[in-house]
């Protein structure tokens, strides 16, 4: 497709910088949040979008799929939803033969809106997908298209009835990604544009197979010694009690993050470093993604909870 990585690089730019402005026509401002889903996107990651109702999350995921050309599910996560409302089921037709159908997952991204409302068995249905890349029913390995990217969410301020994600599976969301809350002047053209007749047609700007390049592009991107070393040392310093553990991680953690952290550290850090026109990552793209991929893997003590030391202000102490 193209001469070389460097050449694709460039390519990659360009083609980001107009999927970012596309995507621009239809959500006002939250351009931090756009970058996030996108790198998670082209590391082939999964992501977890925290915020309270009303910040765009499902028209930011529809949009994203739209200027990416790609099919799209959104999963409402409920109490009484069952792994088979998500994977699919076996059926038997008129001719007595036991015919699959297929469920949401089978598509290319999958908005899990409000993932922790469904009970443990439910949300390991979709995790086992996420992992797997593929989902069994009755037996027989069902495969899933590529690309495939998961982007769940969670509401922050509503617990009562809700079945938080174990630690465990949370280590299986590449990215963190918090929704704040518009800034006024944003707010004022978000009313605006959305209270006319006028509705925004966003262009797809990739094919599958274009960013299914890219993907495998971001893999081959090469990284020197230090910033694998620097990004290894980083989450070890989360680990209390750990062999080069960080005071803060000793005093404020109950537990740290682990190799999974590392590696998305370094393919964030490719990606993110991608965007920006380099063709190798640095420790300024390693620190540019440590706050979306540590946040959901440190879990903090009592003694953080009661001093109101929060997850980020630790991740900050590490990164100083």
Not at 32 to 40: H, M, P, S, T, Y
Not at 200 to 225: A, C, G, H, M, S
Not at 228 to 244: D, H, I, Q
């Amino acid at each position: 497709m193209y001469k070389s990585d460097k050449e694709a690089i460039d390519a990659f730019v360009e083609n980001y910088n107009t999927l970012k402005s596309e995507i621009a026509k239809v959500i006002i401002g939250q351009e931090r949040v756009v970058q996030d889903v996108l790198i998670a996107v082209f590391s082939k990651g999964h992501g977890l979008l925290v915020g309270v109702p009303g910040l765009a999350k499902t028209l930011l995921v529809n949009t994203i799929s739209r200027v990416l050309g790609l099919s799209y599910k959104r999963i409402q996560f409920t109490p009484d939803l069952m792994p088979s409302d998500i994977l699919g089921t076996e059926i038997l037709d008129e001719s007595r033969h036991f015919r699959f159908i297929k469920g949401p997952v089978f598509a290319n991204i999958i908005l899990a809106d409000e993932i922790n409302r469904t009970p443990p068995k439910t949300q390991s249905a979709l995790l086992e997908a996420m992992q797997e890349q593929a989902v069994t029913i009755a037996g027989k390995r069902y495969t899933l298209d590529e690309p495939f990217f998961v982007l769940a969410t969670q509401n922050p301020i509503e617990q009562e009835g809700t079945y938080p994600l174990p630690e465990a599976q949370l280590d299986r969301f590449m990215f963190n990604i918090w929704l704040d809350y518009p800034s006024f002047d944003e707010e004022i053209n978000v009313v605006k544009a959305t209270t006319t007749e006028h509705i925004p047609d966003p262009k797809v700007i990739l094919k599958t197979e274009e960013i299914i390049y890219f993907q495998n592009l971001i893999r081959r991107i090469p990284v020197p010694d230090n910033v694998f070393e620097y990004a290894v040392k980083l989450a070890s310093k989360t680990r209390p009690g750990a062999n080069g553990s960080h005071i803060w991680a000793n005093d404020y953690l109950t537990w740290g993050a682990g190799p999974r952290a590392s590696q998305y550290l370094i393919i964030g850090a490719k990606c993110h470093g991608a965007i920006n026109g380099k063709y190798s990552p640095d420790i300024e793209d390693v620190q540019a993604v440590a706050t979306t991929v540590l946040r959901h893997r440190l879990i903090r003590n009592y003694k953080a909870e009661a001093e109101g030391i929060k997850v980020e202000h630790i991740i900050d102490e590490l990164l100083k």
